[in-house]
């Protein structure tokens, strides 16, 4: 046996033999709207930090309050020891933000996901994903060991196929990211839930990107397309974008909080989150819900760079969220082309497969609200170049 009896050194070299292998950089400062690598500043369009909340003085007051009153970790898992009062106000804020019962805080949004799936749907159950589902769904499917089936994206008549030709399952469960993470485009809600109440499924809404992003107060998805919270629409969101911490939920019905708090193993076995987390979490739907001027902020940058971009002919695969992907098909096309945006003091990531369909890579663009309008329109200027000069 050799000293790599796996063939990772091979599996790696292939890897980058298909132009796929991937390497961390590291970046300094704070997630803001402009970041440096190697000491050169870039324009940051990579940001999930929608709100620029990661660095709001009352999210940062309220972390530093938290860690000097709790210190840096909760020291156990939530049924032991772990349960903090800050937890308590956080699962409260968030229930009355997203108008359900109750909520459930988890260490991440995928935890939240992986958790949240497992739980419901096992053997026996039936479980289905858009295509284009984020990868911790996807998981999250596949490890409930549920009978697993994909619908084609935003397929609608699919899904309502795939419900009717149901056999005998004990529960069918639904599962779709409201704002596509690597597409920006929505899912469309109603007509999803309409077809799951038709075929007694329930839906669980992946609202990682809509949560503080879309609607009129900012409660995310349900509110964006004018659907009333309901027992049967699951919502699950993250901590980890627009508010700007760590941390994922689930929020529902007081039964569904209450059977999960006893039954979601990602829940259950592992620790609490951190508490200055969880108080920047909680300040942070404050921020969301007292300051709208920063949700305006927002979309009006949004406007300016999806209409921009349009205007240079680039072809969008959406133009419906802060997450405005330029869809490009071949991977070392839209490698180069990040280098060359780049090079130009842009910072914007390809996206390959897997984490996208093959011939579908992408460089993803996303816009936060701490964005100055004359610094998008002078990367727009630089982006004209390079589309000039047949770089893009
Ligand atoms: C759609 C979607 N769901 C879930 C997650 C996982 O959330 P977290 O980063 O909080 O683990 C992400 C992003 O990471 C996401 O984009």
């Not at 790696?12 to 950089?25: I, N």
């Not at 000491?39 to 860690?67: C, E, I, K, Q």
């Not at 490890?143 to 397929?155: K, W």
């Not at 992003?213 to 995310?220: I, M, P």
């Amino acid at each position: 046996m050799g000293s790599d009896p796996f063939g990772l050194a091979a599996a790696l070299d292939e890897r980058r033999a298909a132009g796929l292998y991937r390497s961390v950089r590291r970046v300094e400062g704070a997630s803001s709207p402009h970041l440096a690598i190697d000491g050169r500043d870039y324009l940051n369009l990579a940001s999930n930090n929608y709100l620029g909340l990661t660095t709001h003085p009352r999210v940062v007051g309220a972390a530093a309050d938290a860690l000097r009153q709790y210190g840096t970790g909760a020291g156990a898992s939530r049924l032991i020891a772990g349960h903090l009062a800050i937890h308590e106000q956080l699962e409260t804020a968030l229930a009355a933000f997203k108008q359900t019962e109750a909520a459930l805080v988890f260490p991440t949004g995928y935890m939240a996901n992986l958790g949240a799936i497992t739980a419901l749907v096992g053997p026996g159950d039936l479980v289905i994903a858009d295509r284009l589902a984020h990868a911790s769904l996807i998981d999250a499917c596949r490890l409930s060991r549920a009978t697993f089936r994909v619908y084609p994206h935003g397929d609608v008549e699919r899904l309502r196929a795939l419900l009717a030709r149901r056999r005998g399952a004990r529960r069918t469960l639904v599962v779709t990211d409201s704002v596509f993470s690597m597409d920006g485009d929505l899912a469309p809600l109603p007509a999803l839930w309409d077809v799951c109440r038709a075929h007694d499924a329930w839906l669980l809404v992946d609202d990682a990107h809509g949560a503080g992003v879309l609607g009129a107060t900012g409660r995310g998805a349900l509110e964006h397309v004018g659907m009333a919270p309901t027992d049967g629409v699951i919502q699950m969101g993250t901590l980890s974008k627009a508010f700007g911490s760590l941390g994922g939920f689930i929020a529902g019905s007081t039964t569904l909080i209450e059977y999960l708090r006893n039954t979601a193993r990602a829940f259950i076995y592992t620790t609490a989150l951190p508490p200055p987390a969880a108080a920047a979490a909680l300040a942070a739907i404050r921020v969301v819900q007292e300051e709208p001027a920063l949700r305006q902020a927002l979309w009006a940058r949004q406007a300016q760079w999806t209409d921009g971009l349009t205007r240079l002919g680039l072809p969008l695969v959406s133009n419906a969220t802060p997450i405005v992907p330029i869809l490009l098909g071949d991977t070392a096309r839209t490698m180069a082309v990040a280098q060359a945006l780049q090079h130009a003091g842009i910072y914007a990531p390809g996206i390959r497969p897997p984490t996208v369909p093959e011939g579908a890579a992408r460089i993803r663009t996303t816009v936060m609200a701490t964005h100055a309008a004359e610094e998008l329109d002078e990367a727009l200027v630089k982006i004209a170049a390079l589309v000039h000069r047949g770089e893009l």
